[in-house]
């Protein structure tokens, strides 16, 4: 019974380090659990290079969201595993992408595609409906979706929370919808 009353605020006291900006905190916490989010991810992804480059992206993540972390609602390890997930779906998303875009670039011209004319009124269409949304959500949108970001390197990017970008670019994303139903509902008439 001692030994978990001496672990346990032994745990405590090294998360209370890590969340103020301790960088020997870092080292103890990736001592102790760098091979647990290492074998997450390596179950997850299946590749050794790409598990590795998640545990480091998770270490990076924590030690940059490190102020929200909140001792007295769960561990250090379990907040690792969960920065661990977002970050293998991350990868996973952008699995996807790469696949959806490696299948578009083998579309034979013509096969699929539309006429030059109307990619470019699309694209311009696009482009002005993202002016109208303003500054910063276009940004947020462009980054997305364009530069194929992560919520978390937008919000990086542009130096704004993680739940105001979502909220930009979920918002956003609607905004166009709407836009370009209106445009398509006026073409149809």
Do not use: C, N
């Not at 672990?7 to 080292?27: F, I, M, N, Q, W």
């Amino acid at each position: 019974m001692t030994v978990d009353a001496e672990v346990e605020p032994d745990l405590h006291d090294l998360a209370e380090r890590l969340r103020g900006g301790s960088r020997e905190a870092l080292e103890e916490v990736w001592a102790r659990w760098s091979s647990l989010v290492y074998t997450l991810a390596l179950r997850s992804v299946g590749d050794h290079h790409d598990a590795e480059d998640v545990t480091q992206q998770v270490f990076v993540a924590a030690w940059r969201g490190r102020h929200t972390l909140r001792p007295d609602r769960g561990s250090v390890p379990g907040w690792l595993v969960g920065i661990t997930r977002h970050k293998v779906a991350d990868l996973h998303a952008q699995r996807s992408r790469r696949a959806r875009d490696a299948a578009a670039a083998t579309t034979l011209p013509g096969q699929h595609a539309p006429p030059l004319d109307e990619r470019l009124a699309a694209r311009l269409l696009l482009a002005d409906a993202l002016d109208r949304l303003g500054e910063p959500r276009a940004s947020a949108i462009r980054l997305a979706l364009v530069d194929e970001l992560t919520h978390e390197e937008v919000a990086a990017r542009l130096g704004l929370p993680l739940g105001t970008v979502k909220s930009h670019i979920r918002r956003g994303l609607a905004a166009l919808r709407r836009h370009l139903e209106e445009v398509s509902d006026d073409d149809a008439r």
